[in-house]
């Protein structure tokens, strides 16, 4: 029997013991060890086991009703999940965390059981797919049979992030610097930790050859302790690539990528541009640059001319007057006439650690028709320096890519499994407020030189991502290996002065490229596309279509067909990246 969500909700609250309502938390984990995925999840009737017929090769239709009640199940469960990661990142007690993580597995194990019992051939009964409404029925669809095909065992869960884990502890340990005579520096001494002070070293370091024999030491500082993980990583990885039918692990990674691998070789090649510099020597090369001035500015104040600005594509802040005094601010946000949903905005001090934090934590996702979506951005009560101004900007363009979606669905909303080229929203809107507000920063030379440093560093580790995991099980085995070494040391020519022969080595100290894989150039893939929609003379001044058309994007347009809709001409591959490398020469 479909139970809406408040039925839900209300049956959760009753099974609440006395205990558990004085303790929210308490409240929220026994809500959430209690959801069954049989019990308030319907499926459709043509998908339930007992109307199949394993002869039938027909599709198994569902109506959109069906799909709509599924969904409400589905959110249930979604939202669960999400108010588990945020509590996770907001509570610290040990037995709190404990609770939380049996809290996620539990609900891991839920959508694992209902994701396999779903069909092979599922599929909605639509009149029209050309009707914008229906067709998100039919992503829906696609997105749930794409889920279903890629999940993995409890067991390879556990291996993968287990691994994953290893390989951040090994490079947040602390490694001392340890330099022979001729490099001694009075600035650093022997012994300290090389995760702190390599930067220092490299910038008081005349001598290029003892810079780059510093620098390669902290690109290998983790290889002995990371080798072995990143070898079972990888024949973990290919393990799963060929039980989903894939010859190696980067047509698995790419099966559901922007690119192909042949689009990626492409575009990496295109971007690649040699500098005139090591990568020992930009520290130095930056202090020699000109600098900018920074005036410090309270964090609520550069929030309220984020607000300002964003008024040009018809935002509006509504905040909304707190009963009691609190560093909380809350705020309403408006799109012309409809309501996107709550943003919560903690200005804090400087933690005791020492390190000031911009972040995000997603407390509910926007889904049309269900539910207004709820984000949190915490940030220090002083922006003192460039990088936390900018770290601002991109979180509160992440937050409104977010919250103004408008889909039926949730999966649609979100970027982890959205068919449409969602995280393009975050990245244009942050170059758009960079450009807007940091002015005279990002035409600084030092700024222009850090960029195109950090941009040929990310072409490096891309392409040494796609290297790694290309590699066969007998290729990993041999260490090192002649192929890899060849073509890393000549991706790394191609992008920087000055010979590395280690550098195939830069994948042991790379948290990246274990976690993202072959899917590590997609940062830069945004990135590039961002700055062509905010610099091509053909787009100037249509800031308004593009924030429709990009942000919004009612009819979950892949990206050529909305770059089309931006263009006004047919738009692939080819002619995309004809237009990344030649737009500043483009006529307007």
């Known amino acids: 029997m479909l139970k809406s969500i408040f039925a839900i909700s209300l049956c959760f609250s009753l099974l609440a013991t006395a205990k558990a309502v004085a303790n929210p938390l308490d409240l929220f984990v026994e809500q959430c060890l209690n959801f069954s995925s049989t019990e308030f999840i319907p499926l459709p009737q043509q998908w339930q086991s007992e109307q199949l017929n394993s002869t039938t090769a027909a599709p198994l239709l569902a109506s959109k009703n069906e799909l709509v009640n599924l969904e409400d199940g589905l959110l249930a469960l979604n939202n669960l999940n999400d108010r588990n990661n945020y509590y996770r990142q907001r509570i610290k007690v040990v037995e709190s965390q404990q609770q939380l993580l049996n809290c996620q597995i539990h609900l891991a194990d839920e959508l694992k059981q209902l994701l396999a019992s779903l069909p092979n051939n599922i599929d909605v009964a639509l009149q029209s797919d050309k009707d914008d409404n229906d067709s998100q029925y039919r992503l829906f669809i696609n997105i749930l049979s794409n889920l279903a095909s890629i999940r993995l065992t409890t067991n390879e869960k556990s291996q993968l992030h287990g691994l994953q884990a290893s390989i951040a502890h090994n490079l947040r340990r602390q490694y001392q610097l340890n330099t022979s005579a001729e490099c001694a520096n009075s600035a650093v001494t022997n012994g300290t930790s090389i995760n702190k002070s390599i930067a220092k070293y490299l910038l008081n370091q005349p001598r290029s050859e003892c810079r780059k024999q510093a620098w390669q030491a902290y690109q290998l500082r983790a290889k002995a302790a990371n080798q072995q993980a990143l070898v079972l990583l990888h024949q973990l990885k290919l393990s799963i690539a060929t039980k989903h039918g894939f010859d190696n692990i980067v047509d698995n990674d790419l099966h559901n990528s922007p690119l192909n691998i042949q689009q990626l070789h492409q575009f990496l090649h295109s971007q690649t541009n040699q500098l005139s510099m090591s990568p020992w020597d930009l520290p130095l090369q930056l202090k020699a640059l000109p600098t900018v001035k920074f005036s410090p ?78 984000y949190e951005l915490t940030a220090p009560t002083i922006i003192t320096k460039f990088s936390e101004y900018k770290n601002m900007l991109f979180a509160v363009s992440e937050m409104i890519n977010q919250l103004i979606k408008s889909n039926k669905f949730y999966y649609l909303n979100s970027p982890n499994t959205a068919t449409a080229p969602l995280p393009l929203g975050t990245y244009w809107l942050n170059e758009y407020l960079i450009n807007a507000l940091l002015s005279d920063y990002v035409i600084s030379p030092r700024y222009q030189l850090s960029r195109q440093y950090k941009k040929q560093q990310n072409i490096v580790n891309s392409k040494l991502a796609v290297y790694f995991y290309q590699l066969d099980d007998a290729q990993i085995q041999q260490q090192p290996n002649e192929l890899f070494n060849t073509l890393t040391e000549a991706a790394f020519s191609a992008s920087f002065i000055g010979e590395h022969s280690y550098s195939s080595d830069m994948v042991y100290s790379s948290q990246a490229i274990a976690n993202q894989g072959v899917n590590l150039y997609l940062h830069l893939w945004y990135q590039s596309l961002a700055q062509l929609l905010n610099t091509d003379p053909m787009l100037q001044g249509q800031n308004q279509m593009i924030f429709e058309q990009v942000l919004i994007n009612e009819q979950q347009l892949d990206i050529y067909s909305l770059l089309s809709n931006l263009y006004h001409q047919p738009m692939d591959f080819d002619t995309l990246l004809w237009r990344l490398n030649h737009a500043d020469n483009t006529p307007e």
């Not at 309270?298 to 309220?304: A, G, M, N, R, V």
């Not at 040009?312 to 707190?322: A, D, N």
């Not at 005791?352 to 997603?362: A, C, E, L, R």
């Open 297 to 374: 500015i309270e964090s609520e104040k550069l929030f309220q001319k984020v607000q300002d600005q964003l008024s040009e594509f018809g935002l509006r802040f509504v905040k909304v007057p707190l009963q009691q005094a609190s560093t909380l601010n809350l705020y309403q946000l408006w799109h012309h006439n409809r309501y996107l949903g709550e943003l919560y905005f903690y200005p804090h001090t400087e933690l005791k650690t020492g390190k000031k934090k911009i972040t995000t934590n997603k407390i509910k996702q926007s889904v049309l028709g269900h539910q207004f979506g709820q």
